[in-house]
């Protein structure tokens, strides 16, 4: 019963390194999510697909680039990252609409 | 736009104590609304949810009723435990700022910490 599954868990880069974050999901849903989540400001989108094929930019979008590979994999890149790119990532994935959001477990990223 | 306004924490409570976390919102349109709990170290779960106005969603003791009057969806549970800390998220989905793509706007999060 995997649900949605990100890797790695932990990674601590430096200023400028790049990083590729994967996300995958069992549950054949459309939508997947990229928020990322810093203290006392709840979770803010990055990125997110509202079906395979397509992507669209968030509330927070700079810095970040992402990928739908295909309907199960939804990846997260910084390409030089930044300390402001300090945070817990979280992916998530949803089928139509409205229907409620499927969280894997973040991702704790530390940018020196 | 869209936004959703949680009351700051912490939030710090004894056993068996009544629970209120109050929740507010602007939306335009007919938005769902959700509670989502984070415990330490994990990703978020949600906990209960209501998809139009007067709809109680209820879930593990804890209790929302969706108030369009007021706006508001206030998570309520009439006797904490120790296991029930956690921060809890309240959010909303479908307004005309999130369309119909499933996008999720959170509030800030509340901390709850319940003391034996």
């Known amino acids: 019963n995997a649900g949605v599954t990100q890797t790695p868990k932990f990674q601590v880069l430096k200023t400028g390194q790049s990083m590729t974050l994967q996300c995958a999901q069992d549950?054949?849903?459309?939508?997947m999510y990229w928020y990322r989540q810093d203290p006392g400001m709840g979770l803010r989108l990055i990125y997110y697909?509202?079906?395979?094929?397509?992507?669209d930019k968030g509330e927070v979008p700079n810095g970040y680039n992402v990928s739908r590979l295909n309907k199960r994999e939804f990846s997260l890149r910084l390409e030089s990252a930044a300390p402001s790119q300090t945070s817990v990532y979280f992916c998530?994935?949803?089928?139509?609409?409205?229907?409620?959001?499927?969280f894997g477990d973040g991702t704790r990223l530390s940018i020196l | 736009g869209d936004s959703v306004t949680q009351m700051e924490g912490p939030v710090t409570l004894s056993e068996e104590a009544f629970l209120t976390i109050n929740c507010t919102y602007t939306?335009?349109?007919?938005?769902?609304l959700f509670w989502y709990v984070q415990y330490p170290g994990e990703g978020l779960q949600l906990l209960l949810k209501?998809?139009?106005?007067?709809d109680k969603g209820s879930n593990k003791g804890f209790e929302a009723t969706y108030r369009k009057e007021t706006t508001s969806f206030h998570l309520e549970k009439g006797s904490v435990q120790v296991s029930d800390s956690a921060v809890y998220f309240c959010?909303?989905?479908?307004?005309?700022?999130?369309?119909?793509?499933?996008?999720?706007?959170f509030g800030q999060g509340t901390t709850l910490q319940v003391k034996p």
């Open positions: 998530a994935s949803s089928g139509q609409g409205s229907q409620p959001q499927h």
């Open positions: 549950m054949n849903h459309n939508s």
């Open positions: 697909s509202a079906s395979e094929g397509t992507t």
């Open positions: 939306a335009t349109g007919y938005p769902s």
């Open positions: 209501a998809t139009k106005a007067d």
């Open positions: 959010a909303l989905s479908g307004g005309h700022g999130s369309s119909n793509t499933g996008k999720l706007i």
